[in-house]
């Protein structure tokens, strides 16, 4: 079964300095994996996706995430954290699809990332 | 455009109220979904639509009756909810994937903030 496990569930940084959320992933299959932010009482935004082509993904605002087979990880970084990072942000990876074809979305327990002046 | 709108953003209703939420997307997708968010917590998918029909329903009580008027609107209709379904609902839409090309995105809207007195 797809599991996501995020390993932190919460990450404080100094603004200007870099950001690390770190995500370990089970699949059986070649899995799809993304990133969400939401920032608080808003809806969920996608940072990033994976989805097998180059294994480093480049998002928005700076985000950037890796995809390492051999390790199972899809870690979150960015150079220089921004006050506006401060959020939560969640891991997902992809289900098998049913006899539908739909995928649900197997999310990690989510980081929540304070950013200090 | 993408763009998935919801109204209300905040409803507050009394256990016997029936009241609806509505999502609308014009992105040209044929899955949408309904998820679920209590605070601190990723969403729990509660319902999806696959070209209008419902394909996917997580044991939803019936309190919360789905239902998808065309392509590009999605309703929930809620009746004799109680306290512990307050939340905040979420909507996303995405366009469905043939075969193994892997899910695509779901694009979400910033959801309703549900209080149940």
Known sequence: AQSVTQLDSHVSVSEGTPVLLRCNYSSSYSPSLFWYVQHPNKGLQLLLKYTSAATLVKGINGFEAEFKKSETSFHLTKPSAHMSDAAEYFCVVSDIPNAGNNRKLIWGLGTSLGVNP | ?117
């Open chain 2, 1 to 117: 455009d993408t763009e998935v709108t919801q109204t209300p953003k905040h409803l507050v209703m009394g256990m016997t109220n029936k009241k609806s939420l509505k999502c609308e997307q014009h992105m040209g997708h044929r899955a949408m979904y309904w998820y679920k968010q209590k605070a601190k917590k990723p969403p729990e998918l509660m319902f999806v639509y696959s070209y209008e029909k419902l394909s996917i329903n997580e044991s939803v009580p019936s309190r919360f009756s789905p239902e998808c008027p065309n392509s590009s609107l999605l309703n929930l209709h809620l009746h004799a909810l109680q306290p512990e379904d307050s939340a905040l609902y979420l909507c996303a839409s995405s366009r469905i994937r043939s075969g193994t090309k892997g899910p695509d995105t779901q694009y979400f809207g910033p959801g309703t903030r549900l209080t149940v007195l």
